[in-house]
């Protein structure tokens, strides 16, 4: 129970800084975006962090596509091969989500880091 409340509230605290970085994006600042967003990433990494429940999946996925989309913008390198696990999240809420149209992008990111770790 104990862990399961601290990554709640880890949860909620990516999901605010997640906000933070839709907010830097929104005034112009790209790369003060990428790197607030870059902290919710790492704070979904925590261990008690159930990475897949419905509410730390949720900020696990747009916090992820966020990242892609500015680091393509900002040619700075994409999110992790850990936080790609998103697809997971992202395909599973089906073919009518917000977020389906980057599984194709996102399978072909997972595909990339896969054979560069090989």
């Not at 925590?46 to 966020?66: E, K, N, W």
């Amino acid at each position: 129970m104990k862990r399961a409340t601290r990554g709640f509230f880890l949860a909620m605290r990516a999901s605010s800084r997640f906000g933070r970085a839709v907010k830097l994006r929104d005034a112009g600042k790209d790369e003060d975006a990428l790197k607030v967003a870059g902290e919710a990433l790492a704070i979904l990494s925590h261990p008690h962090v159930a990475r897949f429940s419905a509410g730390a999946g949720s900020v696990l996925s747009v916090a992820t596509v966020f990242v892609e989309e500015l680091a393509h913008q900002t040619g700075a390198p994409g999110a992790s091969y850990s936080d790609l696990a998103a697809l997971r999240f992202i395909r599973a809420a089906g073919p009518n989500a917000d977020l389906a149209r980057w599984v194709p992008y996102l399978e072909q990111r997972v595909a990339q880091e896969s054979k560069g770790a090989a």
